[in-house]
């Protein structure tokens, strides 16, 4: 097939689009496939959509991680040119970016950790809003990925010092109970058109939680698959994930990430266009399920060619 790797982007989550995106580009081309990767910035967004050169592609494997890339943005204009395209289609995309609607759209499956949306507006009026904010708490803007200016806050001058510093960059943000407990996350690729659960893998972090650089600095993580919960949680929470992937609506390849605490699943979020660096958490539950990361690339891109996130028009 000819492929068109969409990498890099305009979020915040650039140089970590441009590791996945470069490493997919090379398995596909390990696997015999014409590949070209595609820088997406603001100087060659036009180019791209008016001149239709995408068209030119039997898929487009988009890997543009956060704002724009994973937020439904992109996959609407996909749709509209009616190219084949990897992972979630508009509506789960735009559901899954949105941390405040996604965790109302699951709270019937699973346990989320109890929450509240804050304006940066409330939050400068000085209403009263966080009072009643149990301690320790998570903070995290409504939309953003890789753990960006989320923080764990122990008492409440270190919660509104965190969120003055991220009211500068965002206008929303996410108060959060804070779980402690084990973090896993769960990883979930279409396999002829199935959903299907790859092992689940468990994060031990070597900072407080598995932030950005714990997420992407070779040695700040230990990773231990299959997780070690007991079985009868394995089930719990690979049952938990797949109803969340099945209700959101993903398509070929998603993740979804939670604690384990006290004997019961937390979510966490859904990440629909996971990292594919030669750190990130899909690529080793794929290998622990028996995939290499070639054949891992090469069914997500044939999944999407067969069975693209958008109906085509007649």
Known sequence: MKIAVLLGGISREREISLRSGKRIAQALRNFGHQVDEIDVNFENFDSLIWTKELRNYDVAFNILHG?????????????????????????????????????????????????????????????????????????KPRKEGSSIGTHIC??????????????????????????????????????????????ILELRPKKLFYDYEAKYTDGMTEFVIPAEIGEEM????????????????CKHFARVDGIVSDGKFYFLEVNT?????????????????????????????NEAFKNPPFKKFK
Do not use: W
């Not at 965190?162 to 500068?168: A, D, G, T, V």
């Not at 719990?236 to 609506?249: E, F, M, P, S, T």
């Not at 028996?290 to 891109?301: H, K, S, Y």
């Open 67 to 139: 704002t724009f890339g994973e937020d439904g943005h992109v996959q609407s204009i996909l749709d509209a040119l009616q190219i084949p395209y990897t992972g979630s289609g508009v509506e789960a995309s735009v559901i899954a970016f949105d941390k405040y609607l996604c965790n109302l759209y699951v709270q019937d499956i699973t346990a989320v950790p109890e929450f509240i949306l804050l304006s940066k507006e409330e939050f400068e009026q000085g209403k009263n809003v966080l009072q009643n904010i149990e301690i320790p708490c998570v903070i």
């Open 154 to 199: 122990f008492s409440k001058e270190e919660l509104l010092e965190n969120l003055k510093k991220e009211f500068e960059k965002y206008d929303e943000m996410l108060v959060q109970r804070y779980v402690k407990g084990t973090e896993v996350t769960v990883s979930i690729i279409d396999i002829d058109g199935i959903p299907t659960v790859l092992p």
């Open 234 to 249: 394995t089930e719990v929470v690979k049952d938990n994930a797949l109803k969340i992937y099945r209700k959101l609506g």
């Open 273 to 301: 266009l996971p990292g594919m660096t030669e750190l990130s958490d899909l690529p080793m539950s794929a290998k622990a399920y028996g995939l290499t990361f070639e054949e891992l690339v090469n069914r997500i891109a």
